[in-house]
């Protein structure tokens, strides 16, 4: 065991020795190719003109030989470049004495020497000026709210501020907050700039108890999905469909766009209806009832939450049954697509919707309970239709009663006899 982590030491010393001393060598690779260059060059100072002639000529046709024997290309590192940059001009008749490379090679080389030259001496040597947190900031608040809005626009807001900026300043901030490739504003931002100005209309088909289809007609708002219209028929006519569009828009109350599908209960009177109310009709293309979202969810839920519990008798049963139901929909049923609210219940201030809660139910009638004195104590009283219960007020000492019990009503009132 000794000799094996004893040989392994060894072999990883040896190894790293070996990576070192690599290393070492070709960070004086550059030096000992400019030592030895001076070297010689010193020598050939002091040499007969005649051993230069005849050493110039050997060197020449190794070099022929090489060129006819069509080798791989030599690897150039950048001081060999640099060194032959530096020869040729010194040498007029470079191009003659040039072989490992063309004379084209060597003049973009001089050229890229040039180039770093004078990029090196044109850098900024001060710290560039980094833009303030409040501006990256309104930066980005700009190009989030305003998805149709470039880099050359929101520079030109900024300076409206007084605060210059370059456009390749503001497309680095931007790229953050706006996804690559995304043009446009997507069909959920669409929704959300006219869901006030949207209303969807549809059909839901039931039969009653003896077998028989019954119609009922909807039409709900995309805003707060209120239902803002509800009649049942049995045979669904144009002229009927028409005339409920002109029910539910009473007194110029109509949307801007009306979303239906491709039943044929939607005719020309109703287009006419729609045409004199300045509503633009928006029927979806077929088999695709997800492009009426809300309305199928709608009715989904009303199928679930009441027609599947409830045996329909006929047209005017149906007829109470929606009308309640619709009444609890729009007036005490919260809605996740609103964030939890109710639809009806609205208040408008400062270009925002605010949501109240419903007023509380009345409360019931005083039930007459004979019980024991000791028992009469308070209760607290029953909470509203899911709402916030309220708290019994402060207890009252009243005259002791021996036919009457607590009274359970909103206030939560109670006798209790004296002490």
Same mark, same amino acid.
């Given at each position: 065991?000794?000799?094996?982590?004893?040989?392994?030491?060894?072999?990883?010393?040896?190894?790293?020795?070996?990576?070192?001393?690599?290393?070492?060598?070709?960070?004086?690779?550059?030096?000992?190719?400019?030592?030895?260059?001076?070297?010689?060059?010193?020598?050939?100072?002091?040499?007969?003109?005649?051993?230069?002639?005849?050493?110039?000529?050997?060197?020449?046709? $190794?070099?022929?030989?090489?060129?006819?024997?069509?080798?791989?290309?030599?690897?150039?590192?950048?001081?060999?470049?640099?060194?032959?940059?530096?020869?040729?001009?010194?040498?007029?008749?470079?191009?003659?004495?040039?072989?490992?490379?063309?004379?084209?090679?060597? &003049?973009?080389?001089?050229?890229?020497?040039?180039?770093?030259?004078?990029?090196?001496?044109?850098?900024?040597?001060?710290?560039?000026?980094? &833009?303030?947190?409040?501006?990256?900031?309104?930066? $980005?608040?700009?190009?989030?709210?305003?998805?149709?809005?470039?880099?050359?626009?929101?520079?030109?807001?900024?300076?409206?501020?007084?605060?210059?900026?370059?456009?390749?300043?503001?497309?680095?901030?931007?790229?953050?907050?706006?996804?690559?490739?995304?043009?446009?504003?997507?069909?959920?931002?669409?929704?959300?700039?006219?869901?006030?100005?949207?209303?969807?209309?549809?059909?839901?088909?039931?039969?009653?108890?003896?077998?028989?289809?019954?119609?009922?007609?909807?039409?709900?708002?995309?805003?707060?999905?209120?239902?803002?219209?509800?009649?049942?028929?049995?045979?669904?006519?144009?002229?009927?469909?028409? $005339?409920?569009?002109?029910?539910?828009?009473?007194?110029?109350?109509?949307?801007?766009?009306?979303?239906?599908?491709?039943?044929?209960?939607?005719?020309?009177?109703?287009?006419?209806?729609?045409?004199?109310?300045?509503?633009?009709?928006?029927?979806?293309?077929?088999?695709?009832?997800?492009?009426?979202?809300?309305?199928?969810?709608?009715?989904?839920?009303?199928?679930?939450?009441?027609?599947?519990?409830?045996?329909?008798?006929?047209?005017?049963?149906?007829?109470?049954?929606?009308?309640?139901?619709?009444?609890?929909?729009?007036?005490?049923?919260?809605?996740?697509?609103?964030?939890?609210?109710?639809?009806?219940?609205?208040?408008?201030?400062?270009?925002?919707?605010?949501?109240?809660?419903?007023?509380?139910?009345?409360?019931?009638?005083?039930?007459?309970?004979?019980?024991?004195?000791?028992?009469?104590?308070?209760?607290?009283?029953?909470?509203?239709?899911?709402?916030?219960?309220?708290?019994?007020?402060?207890?009252?000492?009243?005259?002791?009663? $021996?036919?009457?019990?607590?009274?359970?009503?909103?206030?939560?009132?109670?006798?209790?006899?004296?002490?």
């Amino acid at each position: 065991m000794l000799n094996r982590l004893t040989e392994a030491v060894t072999t990883a010393v040896r190894r790293r020795s070996h990576e070192c001393g690599r290393t070492i060598k070709n960070m004086l690779r550059p030096v000992r190719t400019a030592a030895a260059l001076v070297g010689a060059v010193s020598i050939d100072a002091v040499r007969p003109r005649s051993e230069l002639v005849a050493e110039n000529a050997l060197l020449r046709q $190794q070099i022929l030989v090489l060129r006819r024997a069509a080798p791989p290309r030599p690897r150039l590192h950048p001081e060999d470049r640099l060194i032959l940059v530096l020869l040729a001009r010194l040498n007029t008749a470079w191009r003659d004495a040039i072989h490992l490379v063309t004379p084209d090679t060597l &003049l973009r080389w001089h050229s890229d020497l040039f180039t770093l030259l004078w990029r090196h001496r044109s850098r900024r040597w001060e710290a560039p000026r980094r &833009l303030g947190v409040a501006v990256i900031d309104l930066i $980005q608040a700009m190009a989030t709210a305003n998805g149709l809005w470039g880099a050359e626009r929101i520079r030109g807001e900024l300076l409206k501020l007084g605060i210059r900026v370059s456009k390749r300043t503001v497309q680095r901030y931007m790229r953050s907050v706006r996804p690559r490739g995304q043009q446009g504003q997507t069909w959920g931002t669409f929704l959300r700039n006219h869901t006030h100005e949207i209303w969807a209309c549809d059909f839901l088909q039931l039969y009653d108890a003896w077998f028989r289809p019954i119609y009922a007609f909807f039409i709900v708002t995309h805003g707060n999905r209120e239902v803002v219209h509800v009649n049942v028929t049995r045979s669904p006519t144009d002229a009927w469909v028409a $005339q409920q569009l002109r029910e539910a828009t009473p007194y110029d109350r109509a949307p801007r766009f009306l979303i239906r599908d491709n039943d044929g209960k939607f005719g020309r009177d109703f287009a006419a209806a729609a045409t004199s109310a300045n509503i633009d009709v928006v029927p979806i293309p077929p088999r695709s009832p997800n492009l009426n979202a809300i309305c199928e969810r709608f009715l989904g839920g009303l199928r679930r939450e009441c027609l599947d519990h409830v045996l329909i008798l006929g047209e005017d049963h149906l007829r109470r049954v929606l009308a309640e139901w619709v009444g609890h929909f729009n007036g005490g049923r919260p809605h996740p697509g609103i964030g939890q609210r109710i639809p009806n219940q609205r208040q408008r201030g400062r270009g925002l919707i605010r949501f109240t809660r419903l007023p509380p139910r009345p409360a019931p009638p005083a039930r007459s309970v004979a019980r024991p004195a000791g028992r009469n104590r308070a209760r607290p009283s029953r909470a509203d239709e899911y709402g916030s219960s309220r708290s019994p007020p402060a207890r009252r000492r009243s005259a002791p009663s $021996q036919t009457s019990g607590p009274d359970y009503r909103g206030s939560a009132r109670s006798a209790a006899p004296d002490r």
